[in-house]
């Protein structure tokens, strides 16, 4: 049986990683390794079944530099994207420990902890059986890891972007806080940036409208959403451009 999607971009939620199956936070640490062993094995089962995968993780489960107004904006970034990049190592070793090959690439040159951001070698690594890892962001401050996914998922042509967050879909206000959020099954990234609904940074939602990405958002609390999704499935919320 054909996969549906050949190739797929798998933006994780740093939060989601730390706060693992019952979404709370962990005092012990930034990962909840077991949550993440959860999610390798579902990842290994979506390569198994012939779907490329490429991933990006966030850190804000170590760093948000956007929301930490004291320190300098643009060093406040360059520490996000090292924050991202102590989430992607952590990922690719949950994954080679699951029997997966992986390779972390960066935009910002870390030495020999990775291999430098290289487009063409990403997609030759991809279409080799590996997953790819891209950490760092974009390597230029003010632009956030849900820009990177969408950026990065043009670059290599991933067929659909998928978003695995602390939220399981997106609504049309914040369910936290209100009780009679209403869940959207599909949005468009219009309605997205003209109601503010912060599910997406802007720039990301305005650059994947401009690119015509689909995105399929779902909520991490439930790993086996990731083997839904990379097959298709209707679940959380398709975003879409008209």
């Known amino acids: 049986m054909e996969p549906k999607y050949k190739k797929v971009l798998l933006k994780l939620s740093g939060e989601a990683l730390m706060e693992g199956f019952d979404g709370k936070s962990r005092n012990d640490g930034i990962i909840d390794f077991d949550f993440l062993d959860t999610v390798c094995k579902r990842i290994k089962k979506v390569v198994e079944g012939g779907t490329g995968v490429a991933i990006v993780v966030g850190g804000g489960n170590i760093w948000r530099g956007a929301q930490k107004p004291a320190f300098d904006r643009v060093r406040a970034d360059y520490m996000g994207m090292l924050a991202t990049t102590i989430n992607s190592i952590g990922v690719q070793d949950v994954l080679i420990q699951n029997g997966v090959p992986a390779v972390v690439m960066t935009a910002l040159d870390v030495g020999r902890a990775t291999k430098p951001f290289n487009r063409f070698e990403a997609v030759e690594l991809l279409e080799k059986g590996n997953v790819v890892i891209f950490g760092a962001g974009l390597g230029t401050p003010f632009f956030s890891t849900d820009t990177t996914a969408v950026v990065r998922a043009a670059e290599i042509g991933a067929d659909m972007v998928l978003f695995a967050k602390n939220i399981d879909s997106v609504y049309d206000k914040d369910p936290r806080k209100f009780a009679d959020a ?61």
């Open 182 to 242: 209403v869940r959207l099954e599909k949005v468009t990234y219009s309605r997205i940036l003209s109601e503010n609904l912060g599910v997406i940074d802007s720039t990301a939602a305005a650059f994947a409208q401009s690119q015509k990405i689909n995105i399929r958002m779902f909520g991490l609390s439930n790993p086996d959403n990731i083997i839904s999704a990379a097959e298709g499935k209707e679940l959380g919320t398709f975003v879409y451009a008209e």
